[in-house]
């Protein structure tokens, strides 16, 4: 997977914690899937919305289908890193999100990723997302 830079990454900052680390001192494999979920609420966010006001106000959630992440380098306990997220895939029911996590420091390729999600209602059924995160999302990607 190489990167696109057909429009801008978000960047989030965030600092390792001893509890996200295994018995080697290595950050372990899954914390990075919760940091793609942090760059991709902050990304959200960033459009103008939050994803809890999607679900609250438009009873819509995007679910997670599929996740690929391909480790590059080990990430340690304290370092800085940075989640970069962008949107690779817009369509009414289906969002696509693509990730890079580096060192804040020198900028190593830590990891890189894709998250796919089915738009669905509450009752977990695809639905068509609405108009106004269409827009958002498509004016993101546009940057």
Partial sequence: MTSNHYHTFHETRLRVRYAETDQMGVVYHSNHLIWFEVGRVE???????????????????????????????????????????????????????????????????????????????????VAALPEKYLKAFRASMAK
């Fill in 43 to 125: 990304l959200m966010r960033e459009m103008g919305f939050s994803y809890r006001d999607m679900e609250r106000e438009d009873g819509r959630f995007i679910a997670v289908a599929e996740v690929q992440c391909r480790y590059r380098a080990p990430v340690y306990y304290d370092e800085e890193i940075v989640v970069r997220t962008r949107l690779k895939t817009v369509r009414e029911s289906v969002v696509v999100f693509s990730y890079e996590l580096v060192r804040a420091e020198g900028r190593t390729l830590l990891a890189e990723g894709e998250t796919t999600h089915i738009v669905t209602d509450s009752r977990m059924k």
